[in-house]
């Protein structure tokens, strides 16, 4: 049975009739793949053409380039389905919410015609390079360097957990282009993957989100043109990245939140049908509190990530909310998955069952798009 939780107000009837598509479409596609794509290290290629073809890439892109002609509504409501359906290995959070948004906001009109089309077919999977060996969090700190030769800049570099790393097209790499100034010296330029000097390094063994083709990066000597340069100009992809990175945090908000709900809506139905000492799990009074705690978090979180949604549609949402949303959110649903394992047992640490990759998946969540430490940094320096 479904979480008893108000409705969010920023739904309405479109958004109800796009959730059916999002949800058969994940239901179908993703969920009976799971065991296979865990043991690939990576999705089937065809998953991505099949979601061009009913029109769940590039949601939130103009219709002028392609795109689905919807909002960020529509994004949330897919990857909503997305965590409901038990998949992690789909990156199209990435693909649809972050890379795509990088072209629409930063690439030449041109370019946007040229790229933005391909996202929404699935001809081309998008990824972002930000994360280096040696630099996590601190993207002041990236050593992966673009040195301008005339028309082109030739780019050598690194770059390691990368979502859609194994199978992207497109890469949005952030670079230093003036190694000596610091976050004014960074720069974000696009790669093809087809362009000569890229190269692909190990799918990443993970402990969760194991069939997601997370993978190293190489740049040895590539080429590209002055074209690919997002923004038009070097230096500002410090503050390209800040712009983006609240609607990157939400979407990790998104996920939690979702996650959370379906792991206590599995937990529920689990206690009340399992028995121990002649009665169901869900009539002791531990289970009960447990799962009452449980259910009141998710509907603090339903109701922050909610106000979070609505501020981000009219342009309101700061790097403070979204901070605040993510640090919330994915310490809550890290801590009230880990209390729905524990009331599975030992069905609970078995990878068979939703509730235990749940647990592991969800693990990250506290960690990529920046740590739950720096998200208080950020939030500190408001206070």
């Given at each position: 049975m479904p979480?008893?939780?108000?409705?969010?107000?920023?739904l309405n009837e479109e958004l109800d009739d796009f959730r059916e598509l999002a949800r058969s479409f994940c239901q179908k596609e993703l969920t009976p793949h799971q065991e296979r794509w865990r043991e690939n290290k990576q999705i089937d290629r065809e998953v991505w053409t099949k979601a061009g073809e009913v029109g769940l890439l590039a949601l939130s892109i103009p219709e002028e380039y392609g795109g689905g002609g919807g909002t960020f509504a529509h994004e949330a409501v897919l990857y909503e389905e997305q965590a409901r359906s038990g998949d992690s290995a789909w990156g199209v959070s990435v693909h649809n919410g972050i890379v795509a948004h990088y072209i629409l906001a930063y690439a030449?009109?041109?370019k946007k015609k040229e790229w933005l089309p391909k996202f929404a077919s699935g001809e081309w999977i998008g990824a972002?390079?930000?994360?280096?060996?040696g630099t996590g969090s601190d993207l002041q700190g990236i050593k992966t360097r673009a040195v301008r030769e005339g028309d082109h800049y030739v780019i050598n570099g690194a770059k390691t957990f990368i979502t859609n790393g194994a199978l992207a097209d497109f890469v949005v790499v952030a670079c230093k282009t003036d190694p000596e100034a610091g976050?004014?010296?960074?720069?974000?330029?696009?790669?093809?993957?087809s362009t000569p000097g890229f190269r692909r390094g190990r799918v990443l063994d993970k402990v969760g989100m194991?069939?997601?083709?997370?993978?190293?990066?190489?740049?040895?000597?590539?080429r590209v043109p002055v074209d690919n340069l997002l923004g038009g100009q070097e230096g500002i992809g410090f503050i390209q990245l800040m712009q983006q990175l609240p609607q990157e945090r939400?979407?990790?908000?998104i996920t939690a939140v979702a996650g959370m709900e379906a792991a206590v809506e599995q937990t529920i139905a689990y206690t009340k049908d399992r028995n121990a000492f002649g009665r169901p799990i869900f009539g002791f009074q531990n289970t009960k509190f447990t799962l009452a705690e449980a259910a009141t978090e998710c509907a603090v979180a339903r109701a922050f990530l909610?106000?979070?949604?609505?501020?981000?549609?009219?342009g309101e949402l700061d790097v403070q909310g979204a901070a605040m949303a993510k640090l919330w959110t994915t310490e809550r649903c890290n801590r009230v998955i880990d209390d729905c394992v524990q009331l599975f047992g030992g069905y609970g640490y078995m990878m068979e069952y939703p509730v235990a990759r749940a647990w592991a998946d969800m693990?990250?969540?506290?960690?990529?798009?920046?740590?739950?430490?720096?998200?208080?940094?950020?939030i500190s320096r408001t206070l």
């Open positions: 979480l008893q939780l108000p409705r969010s107000s920023w030449s009109e041109e972002i390079g930000m994360t280096e060996p976050a004014k010296g960074v720069s974000l330029i696009a790669v093809p993957a194991k069939g997601q083709d997370t993978a190293e990066l190489f740049f040895d000597d590539v939400l979407l990790i908000a909610d106000q979070c949604i609505e501020r981000h549609l009219k693990r990250i969540s506290r960690i990529f798009g920046g740590t739950s430490e720096i998200m208080k940094d950020i």
